[in-house]
Nanobody
Framework: QVQLVESGGGLVQAGGSLRLSCAVS????????MGWFRQTPGKEREFVAT????????YVTDSLEGRFAISKDNAKNTLYLQMNSLKDDDAAVYYC?????????????????WGQGTQVTVSS
């Protein structure tokens, strides 16, 4: 089992940047697909990016590639989401998640473990 705690959300002006962090604890020696998702009220949770916990496979959803980047620091047991050139419609609650296994996994329902989320608000 793994526990996930997000941080780094907040208020940012449109065009600005923000880096979210996700502290990972528990069975970190197991390989997971780690993901970032986001959700706004009334909408389904949507995939943002994924990375292999052991290894270097990454994928950012096409619509966000070039502005968002996912990375990790295994020594610090931390997952990151760097968000640049933020827009109004990037405002959401951002969640990190994990599922045992490897590969590029983008489906929300497959993920087993979730953090509590961190709010990102973008002001224009």
């Amino acid at each position: 089992q793994v526990q996930l705690v997000e941080s780094g959300g907040g208020l940012v002006q449109a065009g600005g940047s923000l880096r979210l962090s996700c502290a990972v604890s528990g069975r970190t020696a197991v390989n997971y697909a780690m993901g970032w998702f986001r959700q706004t009220p009334g909408k389904e949770r949507e995939f943002v990016a994924t990375i292999s916990w052991i290894g270097s496979k990454t994928y950012v959803t096409d619509s966000l590639e070039g502005r968002f980047a996912i990375s990790k620091d295994n020594a610090k047991n931390t997952l990151y989401l760097q968000m640049n050139s933020l827009k109004d419609d990037d405002a959401a609650v951002y969640y990190c998640a994990a599922v045992r296994g490897t590969g590029i996994i983008t489906t929300v329902s497959v993920y087993e473990y979730w953090g509590q989320g961190t709010q990102v608000t973008v002001s224009s």
